[in-house]
């Protein structure tokens, strides 16, 4: 087995979920945590600030504790991806401005 590297395990990540978040964004499946950001606007909009403002509580720790600040930061990127997928705006965009921006 081939070892992809922690970028490409990183971008396969992400793109495996934003797969499953489109996924329930189609199928709406009952109970799904997915489904109620995608049924409420507000409520994706309120998570994704509480979790990047939690993100950076974490950070401005006088000491820092490497895992709350990453178990934070995957809350804030699964509610952005959420959000995106939301509105429709695939990661590939979001990858596509980033690269422009180099």
């Not at 799904?32 to 998570?47: A, E, G, I, M, N």
């Amino acid at each position: 087995m081939r070892s992809i590297g922690k970028a490409g395990a990183m971008a396969d990540t992400l793109a495996t979920l934003e797969k499953t978040l489109a996924d329930r964004r189609a199928h709406r499946p009952e109970g799904s945590y997915s489904v109620t950001l995608f049924d409420d606007p507000d409520l994706v909009q309120r998570k994704i600030m509480e979790e990047a403002f939690e993100v950076c509580l974490e950070l401005g720790r006088p000491t820092i504790d490497a895992d709350r600040v990453a178990s934070e930061a995957a809350d804030l990127v699964f509610h952005l991806l959420a959000g995106l997928t939301s509105v429709e705006v695939p990661l590939d965009a979001v990858y596509a401005e980033l690269e422009r921006r180099r």
